[in-house]
């Protein structure tokens, strides 16, 4: 009777405290905002053709220092910025315009910032033996791109996921 009660209580401990064997991870690109809020809020106070590399810094997006900045080649930036060959060249933005001018003269710059956190829930022996898999993801991605020529930006552009 002793020995029942010892393996029932031991098995219910065991199957409790699994959910704890579950795998979790926090992953955070280095930045100085808190939010997706707060990042889109310090971009959209650059000014094209205005702000400079210097303003940006102060800003918060610096492009030489930052672990988060991806310097584009130009032919990648073509191909991302240059619209479908039906829309005429006087139609697009006039940074890009600019950009696409200037050839190897225009940088362009993309910041990945962010915070994202994630957590398996549910069973363990369900999870471990692939039965089923719940993954909860929280946080925040942010992306912004822009276009530099001679020090002073000629085009933004932002999204990501709040």
């Known amino acids: 009777m002793i020995a029942r009660r010892v393996a029932w209580l031991g098995s219910c401990v065991l199957l409790c405290g699994c959910a704890n064997l579950l795998p979790r991870g926090d992953s955070e690109r280095l930045s100085g905002f808190d939010s997706f809020e707060g990042a889109a809020q310090a971009f959209d106070s650059i000014v094209a053709y205005r702000t400079t590399i210097e303003q940006l810094s102060a800003l918060g997006f610096d492009v ?8 584009i080649a130009y032919p990648q ?3 991302r910025l ?8 006087e139609a697009i933005d006039p940074g890009i315009r600019d950009c696409i001018v200037a050839r190897l ?11 994202e956190t994630t ?5 363990f022996w369900a999870d471990f033996l692939n039965f089923r898999r719940t993954t909860r993801v929280t946080g925040w991605r942010f992306e912004g791109l822009l276009a530099v020529r001679d020090g002073v930006v000629l085009f933004r552009s932002r999204g990501g996921e709040p």
Request: some cysteine; aromatic content about 8%; charged content about 20%.
């Open 64 to 71: 030489q220092s930052s672990a988060n900045v991806t310097l």
């Open 77 to 79: 930036l073509t191909g």
């Open 105 to 115: 003269q225009c940088q362009a710059y993309e910041f990945h910032l962010g915070r």
């Open 82 to 89: 240059a619209p479908d060959r039906g829309v005429p060249f």
């Open 119 to 123: 957590r398996r829930e549910g069973s």
